[in-house]
């Protein structure tokens, strides 16, 4: 990759603040969360991904907006 996700997720929300981005991270530690939560990241979910938990997670954000 050419850059990282926080770098990506810069980019996106330069060109639209309303596109939800959530993170996806193997790196669940309380540290990782509160860089996550401290960046442009609307949200993340840990992996291994469960897909109930990340379709609530996209509904919790797309009902936000």
């Given at each position: 990759p050419l850059m990282n996700g926080y770098e990506s997720t810069k980019r996106i929300k330069e060109i639209?603040?309303?596109i939800p981005v959530i993170?996806?991270?193997a790196y669940a530690t309380e540290e990782e969360k509160i860089k996550i939560m401290n960046s442009?990241?609307?949200g993340f979910v840990?992996?291994?991904i469960h897909a109930i938990l990340?379709?609530?997670k996209i509904i919790e954000l797309l009902m936000s907006k």
């Open positions: 639209s603040e309303n993170a996806v991270t442009d990241f609307d840990s992996k291994p990340l379709k609530e």
